[in-house]
């Protein structure tokens, strides 16, 4: 823990150096504040920075009232992103930020990797942690996954860098970015029948595997969008990467947004996970796999969802 004033006066310090440099002409800054060296002390030290240099871009760790310019969730995933917001997502490779000898709870690269996939299919950024020990060497267990997430990347690093978010919902088989032009599916589950459904309106124009560009694959349209014919296994593991050359914006099909069917009774269960928060506050949040709405701080957010219903059902109070 840091000695008594400590926080303060290293958010002062920081404070400083930040003024120092902003008030140079020509020079543009960003801030990447931390929650330490933040509270009353810190927003007070900061807000005058922000006067007299109003497009500092700084995240929303200011508090105080003060949003920032990008959202920055620690450990955890966001279910939906943020929508109209930069953001990225913090995370550590084992349980630790800093340095533990005993810390065992190393993350699999499968995780990492499927981690990478979902931020970038929701819009955002993975700010992965490694901490080193104290002569300053990383960890082998760092450096054995990260030399395997790179080994991914060699291959797939297209699909996943300035991409943009999904403008698929969801998907059976898990996730997907986009450039314009291109959709890139990122399939988890390879499915037994060689057959990907995708729940696309667009004119596909040609498909192949990011992996082997040179093989086109075959793709047959179907009434809920296109189905891609692939070969028997992944070329890569943790997530096999299939490419859509499509004509203009992707275009996608009612299956891909009328998630909700009524049961046999007629009712509906309408999860926050399946929610499209509207609004400048609220989102979907998940904690330990169960949904949630939350930032629900604006009146005027609501959310909405998309349900198909085949036939009249009689609405009960």
Same mark, same amino acid.
Request: overall charge neutral; aromatic content about 6%.
């Given at each position: 823990? !840091? #000695? $008594?004033?400590?926080?303060? &006066?290293?958010?002062?310090?920081?404070?400083?150096?930040?003024? *120092?440099?902003? %008030?140079?002409?020509?020079?543009?800054?960003?801030?990447?504040?931390?929650?330490?060296?933040?509270?009353?002390?810190?927003?007070?030290?900061?807000?005058?920075?922000?006067?007299?240099?109003?497009?500092?871009?700084?995240?929303?760790?200011?508090?105080?009232?003060?949003?920032?310019?990008?959202?920055?969730?620690?450990?955890?995933?966001?279910?939906?992103?943020?929508?109209?917001?930069?953001?990225?997502?913090?995370?550590?490779?084992?349980?630790?930020?800093?340095?533990?000898?005993?810390?065992?709870?190393?993350?699999?690269?499968?995780?990492?990797?499927?981690?990478?996939?979902?931020?970038?299919?929701?819009?955002?950024?993975?700010?992965?942690?490694?901490?080193?020990?104290?002569?300053?060497?990383? !960890? #082998? $267990?760092?450096?054995?996954? &990260?030399?395997?997430?790179?080994?991914?990347?060699?291959?797939? *690093?297209?699909? %996943?860098?300035?991409?943009?978010?999904?403008?698929?919902?969801?998907?059976?088989?898990?996730?997907?970015?986009?450039?314009?032009?291109?959709?890139?599916?990122?399939?988890?589950?390879?499915?037994?029948?060689?057959?990907?459904?995708?729940?696309?309106?667009?004119?596909?124009?040609?498909?192949?595997?990011?992996?082997?560009?040179?093989?086109?694959?075959?793709?047959?349209?179907?009434?809920?969008?296109?189905?891609?014919?692939?070969?028997?296994?992944?070329?890569?593991?943790?997530?096999?990467?299939?490419?859509?050359?499509?004509?203009?914006?992707?275009?996608?099909?009612?299956?891909?947004?009328?998630?909700?069917?009524?049961?046999?009774?007629?009712?509906?269960?309408?999860?926050?996970?399946?929610?499209?928060?509207?609004?400048?506050?609220?989102?979907?949040?998940?904690?330990?796999?169960?949904?949630?709405? *939350?930032?629900? %701080?604006?009146?005027?957010?609501?959310?909405?969802?998309?349900?198909?219903?085949?036939?009249?059902?009689?609405?009960?109070?």
């Amino acid at each position: 823990m !840091p #000695a $008594p004033g400590a926080t303060h &006066l290293a958010s002062r310090s920081c404070a400083r150096s930040l003024s *120092g440099a902003v %008030t140079q002409p020509g020079r543009e800054a960003a801030a990447a504040l931390s929650r330490r060296f933040l509270g009353f002390s810190g927003r007070r030290d900061f807000i005058p920075l922000l006067k007299l240099k109003p497009g500092i871009i700084h995240n929303n760790r200011l508090g105080g009232g003060f949003r920032g310019d990008t959202e920055t969730p620690e450990q955890e995933i966001p279910a939906t992103g943020f929508k109209g917001r930069d953001w990225e997502t913090c995370m550590t490779m084992n349980d630790t930020w800093g340095y533990k000898s005993y810390d065992h709870d190393w993350k699999p690269t499968e995780t990492l990797v499927r981690n990478l996939v979902d931020i970038a299919s929701k819009g955002g950024n993975y700010l992965l942690n490694v901490g080193p020990t104290s002569e300053g060497l990383i !960890p #082998a $267990p760092s450096i054995e996954r &990260l030399q395997q997430v790179g080994a991914w990347m060699k291959v797939n *690093g297209e699909a %996943t860098c300035a991409t943009s978010a999904s403008p698929f919902k969801k998907l059976a088989w898990e996730r997907c970015t986009q450039k314009p032009g291109k959709l890139y599916l990122h399939v988890f589950d390879w499915p037994a029948d060689g057959r990907l459904q995708v729940p696309l309106a667009s004119a596909v124009t040609k498909a192949y595997l990011l992996a082997d560009k040179s093989k086109q694959l075959q793709v047959e349209s179907a009434a809920d969008g296109e189905i891609v014919s692939l070969p028997s296994a992944s070329p890569t593991p943790y997530a096999g990467v299939v490419v859509l050359d499509i004509a203009g914006a992707p275009e996608v099909t009612a299956a891909a947004t009328t998630r909700i069917h009524p049961a046999a009774d007629g009712s509906l269960t309408l999860k926050a996970e399946d929610a499209e928060p509207m609004g400048g506050a609220i989102r979907v949040e998940l904690h330990d796999g169960v949904g949630n709405l *939350g930032s629900w %701080t604006d009146p005027k957010d609501y959310a909405q969802w998309s349900v198909t219903i085949a036939r009249p059902v009689p609405m009960r109070s």
